[in-house]
């Protein structure tokens, strides 16, 4: 529930803390749903305080933890942070929401059905909720989905456009039969179709680049979810029950979502500013109970009581469940000694994924299961554990490490660096510095590949400079760090596995793509999953690229990251929701505090609503 993005690629900012699933029980009690994995142990996909509607007492502020006031409302420009996001979805539209395994149902808020209506072209009508108006009194049409389809196209350069994906796959938009249906027509199959439209601004926030580049970092024209924006005061931008919403009626006054650093949450939980925050940010930077001489000096910060401290405030409980994110050690494919296919594959073979889970989840109470997809995560629809690919046959890695040519002596009882041709081998692995997680798992792969004859030097650098200057810059042989999961997998997935291209002159364009290396069949697979609007024809194939991938050892999935939210116990409808999207206007008390609350609700202007 926090809006950081710690340790994760910049480029590709995604949802690492989605929020409530609304009531999910009638009664007050911790729900854990588990995944879709099949047998053996499976991931906590949620873990939260469900109470019905009629238990939750109308009223209060509820004050919640993110890393920064946002800098932008509008969450397709690149410098939107999740924090960005959550605003948002207290605020605007989204015509889809999932539940904890990322399944998808149209809102019903927003939308009174929807309809693939044709495959040749692919047309899709929305049936709009006649209900639904913007906090300006205008209500949601074709106008906005318009206008924002020709924002994200690509064909404006004056659009400050975070991605366009999907939507430069539209021919046309333009409404259906009805005021309330809007038909929209691809140019190109897009099977991730639902994630589209979501968040929905008004028309006058997309309109024109200079609307949609500076209208809406501190303002929206027009608002149209459960609360509207009231503005920013003080380090919190504050929401209000919105009085034009016609769903059911928000139980809370106002939402503060309240900047305060990860390592400062514990006190303030505990001196009852705070109802809601992540603290899974707290783990990475040491509090996570690791005993590690590696880990220890990052276990002396700040950040790194916040979990265990947490653990110990009267009145508020722990909820623990896994992140719609996950840790990988990434290997550079495109330059270096891992450049050897054969190299990298026997690299990728000797982690142990399974001791590397257990030694970061098990303290924290979570199954250890380690993820074997690079696609799709345990706990989501669809997920299957490819991870047999990277079998070489040769039996182990130690094995395929002599067959392409790295042999080792045995000296003094200690396994000696191998070398080829002469060539001693030697690897850089780059972790963030002040990340207990990183130095765990990074003592854990040094001790594996060095009893294999891999020696392997860790790099512990700032967490500032780490992308810039060595990830993006190729300056890493190995590097461990976080990737947000896709939602709606392929959709994002496509160019971090692209083949890198190479101009006419030689030189070697890698976009997204980190580990500088991939093939011709990866993106065919990809590109055609991506494109399939069967749904189970689009399994098969992201399972066939996900096969691939791991034969091509660009990375390896370590396992999920923990999400670790802090809740006071009067909070319902709370905790870590992995996947699961918000529905706000359940959220509330079960009992309103005694003391008055900072942030407290007021009524906004009805046209707009602004920091």
């Known amino acids: 529930m926090s809006s950081s993005s710690h340790g994760r690629p910049t480029g590709r900012r ?18 854990a749903l588990t995944g879709c994995s099949g047998g053996g142990p499976a991931p906590t996909s949620a873990d939260l305080v469900s109470a019905d509607r009629g238990r939750i007492v109308t009223g209060g502020t509820l004050r919640w933890a993110v890393d920064a006031v946002p800098t932008t409302l509008n969450d397709y420009q690149p410098d939107a942070t999740d924090t960005t996001a959550l605003v948002d979805q207290a605020v605007l539209p989204t015509l889809f929401t999932l539940d904890a395994h990322a399944r998808a149902t149209p809102d019903p808020d927003y939308l009174t059905g929807v309809e693939l209506t044709s495959r040749k ?5 929305y049936h709009l909720n006649p209900k639904a108006v913007w906090s300006n009194g205008r209500a949601l049409s074709a106008a906005d989905f318009t206008a924002q389809w020709q924002a994200l196209r690509g064909r404006d350069s004056g659009y400050r456009t975070a991605r366009t994906d999907g939507y430069d796959s539209i021919s046309s938009v333009r409404q259906g039969a009805s005021r309330t249906e809007v038909q929209v027509t691809f140019s190109t199959p897009y099977a991730p ?12 926030v997309t309109s024109t680049p200079a609307a ?5 970092r501190t303002a929206l024209a027009a608002d149209a979810g459960p609360f509207t924006l009231k503005g920013e005061q003080s380090g919190a931008v504050t929401v209000v029950r919105n009085p034009r919403w016609w769903g059911d009626r928000a139980k809370l006054d106002a939402i503060a979502f309240t900047a305060v ?38 276990a002396l910060s700040a950040e790194s009581q916040t979990y265990t401290q947490v653990q110990s405030i009267p009145g508020v409980a722990l909820h623990r469940a896994s992140a719609p994110a996950y840790l990988a050690l990434t290997l550079n494919g495109g330059s270096g000694p891992l450049a050897d296919p054969q190299l990298r594959r026997a690299v990728a073979e000797a982690v142990d994924r399974q001791q590397l889970a ?62 080829k041709a002469g060539r001693p081998l030697s690897l850089k692995l780059v972790t963030r510095a002040g990340s207990a997680v990183d130095a765990q798992v990074a003592a854990l792969l040094t001790a594996r590949l060095a009893g294999l004859g891999v020696p392997v030097v860790t790099d512990a650098v700032p967490g500032a400079s780490f992308f810039s200057d060595h990830v993006a810059s190729g300056d890493y042989d190995l590097a461990l760090f976080t990737w947000p999961a896709s939602r709606f997998p392929v959709a994002d997935e496509v160019p971090l596995f692209a083949k890198p291209a190479v101009a006419a002159d030689g030189t070697v364009n890698e976009g997204e793509n980190l580990s500088g290396t991939g093939t011709d069949e990866i993106d065919q697979l990809l590109a055609r999953a991506e494109s399939a609007l069967d749904g189970g024809t689009a399994a098969r194939l992201t399972d066939e690229a996900d096969t691939r991938i791991w034969q091509e050892s660009p990375s390896v999935p370590l396992f999920q990251h923990p999400q670790l939210v802090a809740v006071r116990d009067t909070v319902s409808n709370a905790g870590a929701f992995g996947f699961a999207t918000p529905r706000f206007q359940d959220l509330g008390f079960t009992a309103l505090p005694a003391a008055p609350q900072a942030g407290g609700a007021g009524r906004p202007a009805a046209s707009a609503s602004g920091l």
């Not at 072209?121 to 009508?125: L, S």
């Not at 179709?193 to 006058?204: D, E, M, N, V």
């Not at 990277?390 to 200690?414: F, M």
Request: no cysteine.
């Open 261 to 298: 650093a990860p390592g400062a949450r514990a006190d303030a939980l505990r001196a009852g500013r705070l109802d809601i925050a992540d603290v899974s940010t707290a783990v990475e930077d040491g509090g996570t109970g690791i005993s590690t001489s590696a880990a220890s000096d990052a």
């Open 212 to 216: 949609f580049n500076d209208g809406a």
């Open 358 to 419: 257990d030694a970061v989840l098990k303290p924290l109470g979570l199954p250890a299961v380690p993820l074997g997809n690079h696609l799709v995560m345990a706990d989501q629809q669809g997920y299957q554990d490819d991870s047999d690919a990277l079998d070489s046959g040769t039996g182990s890695a130690a094995a395929l490490l002599d067959t392409d040519g790295w042999r080792t002596p045995a000296h003094g009882g200690a396994t000696a660096a191998r070398t």
């Open 14 to 31: 995604r949802r690492t803390s989605a929020l409530t699933a609304g009531a999910l029980a009638a009664a007050l009690a911790a729900t």
């Open 121 to 125: 072209p692919q047309t899709v009508v």
């Open 193 to 204: 179709w639902k994630r589209l439209f979501s968040p929905l601004y008004p028309a006058a």
